[in-house]
């Protein structure tokens, strides 16, 4: 990397981990000053008053929101570094319009969110953890087991990106058929068999989402896209909660068409809705299907790194924007 042009202030915002000593390092070698906001993410408004008191140069943000008001506070700001992969939680537009990069990490977590979704699955067809409440509980019943064959069933991805690929090659593994929806589907998809998301519905035992949050895709599965699917089906959500109206989820679960919802991801998290937690076909996770200890220290490093590139005036190694004014050119303010 080449050295930095001047000394900078970078705010984390957030962090989903003890401590903030790999981001500290990366940063301050490269000679700038670290300030760590609260480890659990704060609202806009919290992050607009920190942004307004150190003035950042860089914003390292995990899940706490940074706003179009957070942006347009600090005049040094330069890049908006996600610590993971979605943008949901950032104000892209408003980066772009005022000449900041925003960057993320798109690659650091394949192995472990797809291991997770088949994890998922796995538990699932196993009854894993429905077995071991009911043994916790002083039930010994095994004829009392419900069963299924992995290689019998259709497992439909919907989302055919890095994650969608490893998934789709994992369960390969497992002689189960395979269907993927995309919007951009490739030409050549060795193992799988891509077809259009109500189609997929339509023939998917198993439905697994590997999606960003959009607008475009928020509550992209609800009561009619459940209700397309075969009745006993299981649900995997291991992108963003957004994905998936709950409420739609916790009636098709209620009334038995579907079986299972296995979800790391919840759209009110950290909140666990009530009627949501007490359906024994729910399989939840708190949101860490991206975490393990390489995964998160890689992600944790890269991101600090992305900061140091922009503010040493170099390019960023996975920008998600093109800001109107390019970075370090002059106050476009």
């Known amino acids: 990397m080449k050295p930095p042009s001047r000394p900078g202030t970078v705010l984390l915002t957030d962090h989903a981990w003890p401590d903030d000593s790999v981001e500290r390092s990366v940063i301050e070698e490269a000679g700038h000053t ?5 480890a659990d993410p704060a609202p806009a408004e919290a992050i607009e008053e920190l942004v307004a008191e150190h003035r950042p140069a860089g914003i390292l943000t995990c899940w706490a929101p940074v706003s179009a008001a957070a942006i ?5 700001l330069r890049i908006v570094a996600r ?8 104000a892209v537009d408003a980066a772009t319009e005022r000449g900041v990069w925003v960057t993320n990490v798109p690659d650091y977590c394949v192995e472990e969110v797809s291991d997770h979704a088949v994890g998922m699955v796995l ?14 509980a002083g039930r010994w019943n095994p004829a009392g087991a419900r069963l299924r064959r992995l290689s019998t069933l259709t497992c439909g991805v919907v989302g055919h990106g890095r994650i969608g690929r490893a998934t789709v090659r994992k369960l390969g593994a497992f002689g189960c058929r395979i269907l993927a929806h995309d919007p951009y589907p490739p030409k050549d998809a060795p193992g799988v068999e891509m077809v259009g998301l109500e189609e997929l519905l339509r023939r998917s035992d198993v439905v697994i989402l590997h999606v960003p949050l959009t607008p475009g895709t928020h509550h992209l599965i609800g009561a009619e896209q459940l209700a397309l699917m075969p009745p006993g089906g299981l649900l995997v959500n291991v992108s963003r909660g957004g994905l998936v109206d709950t409420d739609a989820v916790v009636k098709a679960l209620d009334g038995g068409h579907l079986a299972g919802a296995a979800l790391d991801v919840l759209e009110s998290e950290p909140d666990v809705p009530a009627a949501l937690s007490q359906q024994q076909g729910a399989l ?18 890269r991101a600090a790194e992305e900061v140091v590139r922009i503010l040493a005036d170099d390019v960023p190694a996975h920008p998600c924007n093109t800001p109107r004014l390019p970075a370090g050119s002059g106050d476009p303010r």
């Open 123 to 136: 538990a699932w067809t196993r009854g894993l953890a429905v077995s071991d409440r009911e043994v916790r």
């Open 83 to 90: 610590l993971g992969v979605g943008l949901d939680n950032i």
């Open 34 to 38: 670290l300030v760590t906001g609260p």
């Open 72 to 76: 347009s506070t600090s005049p040094d």
């Open 284 to 301: 939840l996770t708190p949101h860490i299907a991206f975490s393990s200890d390489a995964s998160v220290t890689e992600l944790r490093r």
